[in-house]
Each structure stands twice: as C-alpha cells, then as structure tokens.
C-alpha cells in the first residue's frame, strides 16, 4: 500500500539528526518513507502505513499545542512505539507530562521500561529486575518525586544493603551517615539529577527523603510511602523478607536488582532470587524484567552486556560437557584391564594366604 501525506510546517524536526527518527520508523514498522519536496510517501503493509501516518499527525498536533520534545525523548518515543502496537506518540507525550517533575519528564526509553513505569502506577509492589543502566533505579526515583510532589505519598524510603562490591574499603572514618554514604551514593546522584539541590536538602534534612541501609527498616511501619530497595541481589533472604513485610497503607514498593552482579558470600542466598521464585504468583505485585537492549548508557554498554551474557553461556554449556573430575577417574580405573603385573601380584598374595 502506498499512501501520500501533505508536508505540514516544521515537520522536518521530526525527521531528526540525519533523518535518524525515519529510519527509526522505516524498520520499526517495515515501511519506506521517501521524503518528497511537497510530500511525504509511506509505502508497506496498510496496518503499518497507518500507523506511521498516525505519527505524523500525532507530532504535528503536539507541535500546535505548544509541545517541545527534548534530549533524544523524540527518538526514544518512536523506538517505544514501534515495538509496542498499543503506543501512539500522542499518548506517550501526555503520560510523559502527568509525570512531570518541574525539570525533567519522565519518559520512557524502551518498551521494557514503559512496562515498569505503569507497572509502579498500577502496583502496589513492583520487582525491576535486569542489567545495569536500563533505568531501574533512576525511573523508580523518579516515580517517587512525581508521587511526592503530586501528594499522593508524604515521603520517599531509598534503602540499600551494604555489600562491598568485591574491593575491602576497610574502616571509613566518619559518622554513621558519613560510613554508609558511599554505599548510598547512587541514590544520591538521581535525587540531584532530577530535583534542585535545595529542594532535596530541604527533604533530607526534614526526612521527607530518607536514605537508608536496609538494616534500619527492620521494625518499622511504612504508612503514606513510596519505599526503592535498590541492589536487592545483594539482600539475604532474610532481608528481602524484612523488607517486603514493611509496607503499610497508601504505601508502594519498588525493588530493583541485577541477579548477574550479587555480591554476597557464595554461602548466602540472594534474597531477590528467592523472592522471584516465591512471589512470582502472589496477586498485587508484578515482574518487569529488562536486557541489554533497554540499556539507556552509551550504546558500547549494549554490546559489553550482551559479550558477558555469551561467555556465561558458552561457559556452562563447557561444564555441562565436562565429567566431573573424580567420576571420570572412577569410570577410567573400571575400564581399565588388569594388566599382566597385577594378576601376577594377586597369584602371588593368594597363594600366600
């Protein structure tokens, strides 16, 4: 099917940087797009073709409104919509702004997170699980501001458990939050991307934010609370237990963690890996599971992601191969015939006795 489209003003910011966001749409839906002097041509199966031209009038209403794209989300929306057939761009812009935080959008980036961010608006308790820089841990703060500041709850819970990450950082000197800050840095780093540095001392210092390792939920309540667990692969069973039991009324929870980076002695269960097998059935919570293609760092991240995947791939399917080391030698020593000296030795102790 072909199907022509008049050129409507500024259309041309959608194409983007060397007509990327076209070729976006070109493989995503499976269409040509030729980009005529007076028109725009779409050629491809009807059902893909309207959806491209839905596109385009989607972008060139959000114009008419006042509507400003920015930083890359243009790009990030068509790769949403093109792997998800429910997504139009319109309704991915106007989720983008009920979610708004004053300085930046939360705007999903992959069709993965666009299933966790309205996982957290219709879960009481959402389990992100997937490698790192695909955005669990930044959207689910950034879910929480926009919660805080639309007053639906009254404060923000960050925890972390305090694993070292292979290296010994020996005896911090220090207060206890001065002890436990390096660990609690990453959560640190989202708050101030995403508000004013005043505004988020200004919660901190009143405990509308709390940082936290997870050791200090134990025996607490939390009521009116928008509650991030971030790196639970590195909780005990025991811990994940702890925390998940600590939700109270008008309260979310959202749990994120890499089962590929756990830092616990080997003699320690992952909490978060007991807890998908546990909890995978129990109703009012919900799995998001990512991978390497919703990786939103530099794209070289993808491709590190994906390299470690193979090796550990190709790394079992090596020790599924292998025989183990005291039955193969087992099995050899039965195989083995008796040879000449032996027999001879055994005539010799029989004849002994």
Partial sequence: MKKSIGISPNIETLFGTRDENVRVLE????????????????????????????????????????????????????????????????????????????????????????????????????????????????????????????????????????????????????????????????????????????????????????????AFMRGRTLNDSFVILDEAQNTTSEQMKMFVTRLGFNSKAVITGDITQIDLPNARRSGLLEAIDILKRVEGLTFVHFDESDVVRHHLVQRIIRAYDEHRTLV???????????????RTAEAKPASASNVNERSKEASAE
């Fill in 316 to 330: 079992a399917e090596q020790q599924m191969l292998l025989p183990t080391g005291r039955n193969s030698e087992a």
């Fill in 27 to 214: 493989d995503g839906l499976n269409i040509t797009i030729d980009l005529r002097s007076n028109a725009i041509e779409l050629e491809g199966a009807a059902r893909d073709v309207a959806r491209a031209e839905q596109v385009f009038a989607d972008y060139e209403s959000l114009q008419r409104s006042g509507y400003s794209f920015n930083n890359g989300d243009l790009n990030s929306m068509l790769r949403v919509l093109t792997s998800d057939s429910s997504a139009t761009l319109r309704g991915l812009a106007d989720a983008g702004r009920q979610r708004s935080l004053g300085r930046r959008m939360v705007q999903p980036k992959s069709a993965n997170q666009k299933r966790y961010v309205e996982a957290i608006e219709t879960h009481d308790m959402v389990f992100g699980v997937g490698p790192a820089g695909t955005g669990k841990t930044y959207l689910a703060v950034a879910m929480a501001i926009s919660a805080l500041l639309a007053k639906r709850v009254n404060r923000i819970i960050l925890a972390r458990p305090a694993v070292e990450a292979g290296e010994r950082l020996g005896f911090l000197p220090g207060t206890l939050q001065d002890k436990i800050d390096p660990y609690l840095r990453p959560l640190y780093d989202a708050l101030y991307d995403m508000l004013e540095p005043e505004k988020v001392d200004r919660y901190l210092e009143k405990n509308v934010i709390e940082i936290a390792p997870i």
